[in-house]
């Protein structure tokens, strides 16, 4: 299976500061991989599909970018709303995995 | 408006037996491809099984035997039926929409306990 590895564990942060969340593969994807965003007591909600296409709803401040291993996902300002965890998963091969997610909170 | 909603968790013991549920609304789910993921408590998402719309399923390893996904159209309403249930298996089930291959939809989820 596809191993999804994300990083920082933990980023801390003040609100209008930049966020830059890594996912690497540990075999190549191609452009198959998304990120989704959770807040506590909520299910997950698609933020970037196939690498960097913005879902219905998603602000501008949210982007993705990468190719084959290695991607990233950014947020340009960070506002209140966006401290919550963060999820890449990979739909290259079955069965689909998903990172261990990146916990973006409040400096 | 597309809605999943998830029901049938609950406290059961090891080596029982759980339906889920998860009706749908706003889109037929025999026309979509629809998964069920699970968070154990604290931790991260694992992607469980998917059924295509014409019917075909995938498991994950540590599923495959025990559980089994299907739907019935008539109730628009996605099943996973779980046997030998182990503690491990504790976690919130959700049920997703696939579109193309990542997940647009979700419900809010159903809480396992597998406890004695």
């Known amino acids: 299976e596809i191993v999804m590895t994300q990083s920082p564990a933990t980023l801390s942060l003040s609100p209008g500061e930049r966020a830059t969340l890594s996912c690497t593969a540990s075999q190549f994807i191609s452009n198959t991989l998304a990120w989704y965003q959770q807040k506590p007591g909520q299910a997950p909600r698609v933020l970037i599909y196939d690498v960097s296409a913005r879902a219905a709803g998603i602000p501008g401040r949210f982007s993705g970018s990468g190719s084959g291993t290695d991607f990233t996902l950014t947020i340009s300002s960070l506002q209140s709303e966006d401290f919550a965890v963060y999820y890449c998963q990979q739909y290259n091969k079955w069965p689909q995995t998903f990172g261990q997610g990146t916990k973006v909170e409040i400096k | 408006e597309v809605q999943l909603v998830e029901s049938g968790g609950g406290l059961i013991q090891p080596g029982g037996s759980l339906r889920l549920s998860c009706a749908a609304s706003?889109?037929?789910?025999?026309?979509?491809?629809m998964s069920w993921v699970r968070q154990a408590p604290g931790k991260g998402l694992e992607w469980l099984s998917v059924i295509y719309s014409g019917g075909n399923t995938h498991y994950a390893d540590s599923v495959r035997g025990r559980f089994s996904i299907s739907r019935d159209t008539s109730k628009n309403t996605l099943f996973l039926q779980m046997n030998t249930l182990r503690a491990e298996d504790t976690a919130v089930y959700y049920c997703a929409r696939g579109s193309s291959a990542w997940y647009d939809s979700w419900g809010q989820g159903t809480l396992v306990t597998v406890s004695s």
């Open positions: 706003g889109f037929g789910v025999s026309y979509s491809y």
